[in-house]
């Protein structure tokens, strides 16, 4: 899998499958302290979205609920600047739960504010994940390489 770098972080792509997305919602899940969400997933066609973007979610925070909507691979345009990622989306998503309470009570530069903050985190998350999976990669390349 190609990477490119873009602004220091790793872009591998990243595009799951119903079930690799549902585990990575439950990785980051317990990751992130929202093991205690119920997290509501699904692919949905750009046309079904309500907003603009790679991923969406509405929440309930009284329930502890969420509903999460990936962008269909399909409806992803290949000259974006950016590839799809849905790890990263996933992150993304999911940190805005820390921030539901507050949410509705923000203005829109708030809200902007908040969402600059989930990107930079979010992205900063997997990317030093991926990293923390390479290294692992490597040793036990190299611990089996020795052993050989």
């Not at 504010?113 to 992205?123: L, P, R, Y």
Request: hydrophobic share 40%; net charge negative.
């Amino acid at each position: 899998m190609q990477k490119e770098i873009n602004k220091g972080l790793i872009y591998n792509g990243c595009v799951f499958t119903e079930e690799e997305a549902l585990t990575a919602i439950a990785k980051w899940q317990r990751r992130l302290r929202l093991a205690d969400w119920h997290i509501y997933f699904a692919f949905k066609r750009r046309h079904d979205m309500l907003l603009d973007g790679q991923a969406e979610i509405k929440w309930e925070v009284r329930r502890k609920t969420a509903v999460m909507n990936l962008l269909d691979p399909i409806d992803y345009c290949a000259d974006h600047v950016q590839k799809q990622d849905h790890e990263c989306s996933i992150v993304h998503e999911l940190l805005h739960l820390h921030f539901a309470s507050i949410h509705e009570k923000t203005d829109e530069l708030g809200e902007l504010i908040e969402e600059q903050a989930i990107n930079a985190i979010s992205e900063a998350l997997v990317a030093l994940s991926r990293e923390v999976e390479q290294l692992k990669e490597r040793t036990e390349a190299t611990l089996e390489s020795t052993t050989s």
